[in-house]
């Protein structure tokens, strides 16, 4: 099944575009996971059961899981999210020469474990560096387009001799490598004037929407722009993971307190978005 039918289906089930971002910090796990085998396993499987009823999609950040035991914490958490039926994209941007990216769109097809459904990647080296990603046409390929941090304009927002500016550029460019119908573009919610340039460059490719939440950015905008025939997702990470992080809360022991508030935090923004959608 091609990736965003199986997002439509799980954005009408769960009637929810959040993608819930697992960016497990381990400087801000709360006392009730640190004595796990895998901490960052045990506090992405209680983060699932408290937020996966508004849950469109899991979004790991590889940043969080570069490392022996954050691999195995990987595979833990992709194999729980399919088990409660929640597609993973895995955030992993990346974009490097031919033969490297083969290796590296190896991570879609893990033979010893549970694969990401789609992946984030960086158009910086031009189509052949996308390629391997592209191929896939059951995986999601979410294409860098206009990012959320303040740097983003340094680059991206540099006008070309066409006119253009760059990010438009990596549009258009984006639209031309979606044959397989399974490109979507990032664009950050703190840029809300180029969500809507985007959207009316491309009408048809869903994006995927990061930095509402602890990036301030605009939840409006994010689903008026964000979603293609209904089909989209806004991203909040440690809005929500880290909801719960009042001192008493971290220390509870049973961590009760903790995840509720994540599984609360998750159904307030479902419920914000919902209001727009
Ligand atoms: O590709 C991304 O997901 C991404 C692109 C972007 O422009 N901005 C952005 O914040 N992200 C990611 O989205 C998540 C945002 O996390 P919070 O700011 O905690 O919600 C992080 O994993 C970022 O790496």
Request: with cysteine; net charge negative.
């Amino acid at each position: 099944m091609h990736f965003f039918d199986r997002l439509a289906d799980r954005i009408a089930a769960a009637d929810s575009v959040v993608s819930v971002g697992l960016d497990p910090d381990p400087d801000r796990l709360p006392d009730s996971v640190l004595d796990a085998d895998l901490p960052r396993w045990q506090f992405n499987r209680r983060i699932i059961d408290a937020t996966h009823d508004h849950a469109a999609c899991y979004k790991p950040n590889a940043a969080f899981y570069e490392d022996p035991d954050g691999w195995r914490a990987l595979q833990e958490t992709i194999a729980y999210a399919h088990g409660k039926d929640v597609p993973v994209l895995l955030d992993a941007k990346r974009g490097d020469i031919g033969n490297t990216a083969r290796q590296y769109a190896q991570i879609l097809d893990d033979e010893e474990g549970p694969a990401a459904d789609a992946i984030t990647v960086n158009p910086f080296l031009g189509r052949d560096s996308l390629e391997p990603f592209l191929q896939r046409a059951d995986k999601g390929v979410f294409v860098l387009g206009r990012t959320s941090n303040p740097g983003g304009e340094d680059l991206q927002d540099l006008e070309l001799a066409s006119g253009e500016k760059l990010y438009e550029r990596v549009v258009h460019l984006a639209d031309l490598w979606n044959g397989n119908g399974n490109v979507g573009l990032v664009v950050g919610a703190t840029n809300p004037d180029e969500l809507e340039d985007i959207r009316e460059l491309v009408p048809d490719i869903p994006f995927l929407v990061p930095g509402v939440g602890a990036q301030g950015g605009d939840a409006e905008a994010a689903v008026e722009h964000g979603l293609a025939d209904g089909v989209g997702l806004v991203n909040s990470s440690r809005g929500i993971i880290f909801a719960g992080e009042d001192a008493d809360a971290r220390r509870d022991d049973s961590g009760d307190a903790f995840f509720k508030a994540a599984g609360q935090s998750a159904k307030q923004l479902k419920q914000r978005l919902n209001q727009f959608r």
